[in-house]
């Protein structure tokens, strides 16, 4: 415990609150007054909150939960970390089972093919250019942990430098390259060539021809490499809100604390972005003293580690850092009662930027997660909430246990010390040992009570108790092999109660943060798109224009079914297989409708480019007019497979076997395969 406080107090140093000071000549000093003023109430929440995230990052941890004693059993129970390592593969297959996570319904005829194209750039985005797989775990994962997670959207805008050099130009080429925005020219020389006039019989026609040439051209060239939406998961001690609100939509301000360096702040500057960087030098490398930064020496100290920033001390004045406050809310600049959104960024005593909000969303760019939420209040329950106190008392019986075995197999005695009783021998034990005593009486056992039943039965007792509280039974995890219900049907039934509470979470997942989420991507691509560009789905190129992204959509999440309902749904599909050749002879159905039941099934064991498997009888018809007999091509195929490639019929063995030693299928091969651009990295529009 000692070094771990050590570790603690090394990222714990004085508050720098008393260097902030309020300029009165500088004309920002109102607005500033203002931010601060906000800030410092925001602070006040948040150090009455950190406390209890840090209890709940230490129960999620299970290293200590300081209640420890020296040379007695320190084993923490480590439930709630069980819980959410558990919860979270069945809430990633909710989301990312299906093809799309998101889906854009049109809200008007006008609008369908624009929200076709918006589901698939938004689903591209996603996945593609935001990380959306990883950055989903790790929102959810925060979110379990300390009841909220909070999440950060903004446009980025990345660059690269491309330096050139020309031997020489012609004026015209040099002049084009000069008035390309994209171009600096960093130097270059000027020659002017003078040719005199042209004569005839010795008479001069015309004047002197001047040709100007460019020579040793050296420049740069600017090239953006992405455009888009970026997502990033902010530590919630880095996040400060309205202490009245309790969403985000009603918060009146919202703040997030940052470090930029030196480098990153110079090049917004240059960028248009920041103004009067080299008025807040003085405050690079102050010494961290908020208690936002002593709850991240504390998570470093979970792990045995010192804070991150104690090992810096950059000699680069391009690596120092510089802390940031990054403020969006509603403001009253003119005393008129009336407010209108702001972003303010704040280093030190100094405005870098003051504008109205740049999204035409006109929200805080912040999205929230919450397994579990609370009338009128802006935190969510997490895992700790809900089982912390269970964890504490199953860590205390526990250690008792194994306490009391530790005195068992190494039990204590009584000796008398008049009589000669060599104490070197009793206190290192060996086998095969002599204690040498004048008495043999002179050395008693001290024999402790067994364990008794009782603890057991506490354990189990505690652990019934835990499952209930977070829904997560022993038959999810698929460790109950006591179970009476030896059924399928009993199980199943047992599986889809237990599986309500997850589906329930899922669905506010999906309705308070991820629906949000996807309506601000919407908004930023309407307002920052302007010009078309390529993107590849499935190895083919999809072009979108500005057009396409016009338009009001309603955005759906998929969230998925859990596993029996989803076998549930696959088991129809084949059984309406099974009917086809019945329906196709009574007109019920007809060859498209048999592969909307097939592609169905695909996508439900998890194939997305279905169009890679089976082919569609209506571009089938088209590509070959000789295939006019589709139909009943479809029902004799059917008939003689006997409906469903799982049996049921007599005809069975006509489909070949998908086990260990057969080959998969033209349909179904083992494994797909896709490359995932890597994402690039650099500066956000919104802060």
């Not at 008049?418 to 040498?436: A, D, H, I």
């Amino acid at each position: 415990m000692e070094d771990k406080n050590e570790l603690l107090n090394a990222g714990r140093k004085e508050s720098n609150e008393e260097l902030i000071t309020f300029p009165v000549s500088d004309e920002d000093s109102k607005v500033l007054a203002m931010v601060m003023e906000d800030i410092t109430a925001a602070k006040r929440l948040n150090d009455e909150k950190i406390p209890q995230w840090e209890e709940f990052y230490q129960l999620y941890r299970a290293k200590s939960i300081g209640t420890e004693r020296e040379g007695r059993s320190q084993v923490v129970s480590s439930d709630v970390m069980d819980a959410v390592e558990w919860i979270l593969p069945q809430m990633m297959r909710l989301f990312f089972s299906r093809q799309n996570v998101v889906i854009c319904n049109p809200t008007g005829e006008e609008d369908v093919r624009n929200a076709e194209m918006f589901t698939k750039l938004l689903n591209y985005q996603f996945f593609k250019g935001m990380n959306g797989f990883e950055k989903s775990y790790l929102w959810m994962k925060a979110a379990f942990i300390w009841g909220s997670g909070v999440g950060k959207l903004t446009w980025t805008q990345q660059y690269r430098e491309e330096p050139f050099e020309f031997a020489e130009l012609p004026e015209e080429d040099f002049l084009d390259l000069q008035s390309d925005p994209a171009v600096e020219i960093l130097q270059y020389d000027r020659e002017v060539e003078i040719a005199p006039a042209p004569s005839i019989f010795g008479i001069r026609i015309g004047s002197e021809l001047e040709t100007v040439r460019y020579k040793n051209i050296v420049g740069k060239r600017v090239i953006k490499t992405f455009e888009g939406p970026q997502f990033e998961v902010i530590p919630l001690e880095d996040f400060y809100i309205d202490p009245t609100a309790s969403c985000i939509e009603d918060a009146k301000f919202c703040v997030h604390r940052v470090f930029r360096t030196l480098d990153e702040l110079y090049r917004m500057q240059d960028a248009g972005v920041y103004k009067n960087v080299e008025k807040i030098e003085a405050w690079v490398n102050t010494p961290r003293g908020e208690t936002a930064d002593y709850v991240k020496a504390q998570r470093a100290a979970e792990f045995g580690q010192s804070p991150p920033w104690s090992f810096l001390n950059s000699s680069q004045k391009g690596r120092k850092e510089v802390e940031v406050w990054e403020y969006w809310g509603q403001l009253d600049l003119d005393d008129s009662g009336k407010t209108e959104p702001y972003l303010v960024v704040v280093a030190g005593d100094t405005i870098l930027r003051k504008e109205k909000n740049p999204y035409n969303h006109g929200r805080p760019p912040f999205v929230i997660l919450r397994p579990s939420l609370v009338p009128f209040q802006f935190d969510g329950v997490g895992m700790g909430h809900l089982i912390g106190d269970f964890q504490k008392a199953k860590t205390s019986i526990l250690r008792q246990m194994l306490d009391n075995l530790s005195f068992i197999n190494n039990q204590m005695w009584i000796v008398d010390r008049n009589q000669g009783v060599e104490m070197e021998s009793l206190l290192n034990p060996r086998p095969g040992g002599v204690v040498r005593t004048d008495r043999v009486d002179a050395v008693r056992p001290v024999t402790p009570q067994p364990l008794q039943q009782v603890s057991i039965m506490a354990l189990e007792f505690i652990q019934t108790q835990i499952e209930q509280r977070h829904g997560i039974t022993r038959y999810n995890q698929g460790l109950d092999a006591r179970s009476l219900n030896k059924t399928a049907t009993g199980v199943s039934l047992i599986m889809n109660a237990s599986q309500q509470r997850i589906e329930l979470i899922g669905r506010i997942f999906a309705e308070t943060g991820f629906k949000p989420l996807f309506k601000m991507m919407v908004s930023l691509n309407q307002q920052f798109i302007s010009e078309g560009f390529t993107i590849r789905l499935f190895n083919e190129p999809v072009r979108f224009e500005p057009d396409d992204l016009r338009g009001e959509f309603d955005i759906d999440v998929e969230v998925g079914a859990n596993v029996a309902l989803e076998e549930q749904r696959q088991q129809q599909m084949m059984t309406l297989l099974q009917m086809a050749p019945q329906l196709i002879q009574l007109g019920l159905m007809m060859p498209e409708h048999v592969y909307h039941v097939v592609e169905s099934l695909l996508r439900s064991w998890g194939y997305k480019d279905v169009n890679a498997y089976i082919i569609n009888p209506v571009e089938q018809v088209s590509a070959q007019p000789g295939l006019q007999g589709g139909g009943a091509d479809i029902m004799q195929l059917l008939a003689s497979m006997g409906g469903s490639p799982n049996g049921g019929g007599t005809t069975a063995e006509a489909v070949p076997s998908q086990g260990a030693g057969a080959s998969p299928g033209p349909g179904l091969p083992g494994a797909m395969a896709g490359n995932v651009p890597v994402q690039p990295q650099g500066q956000t529009f919104g802060g």
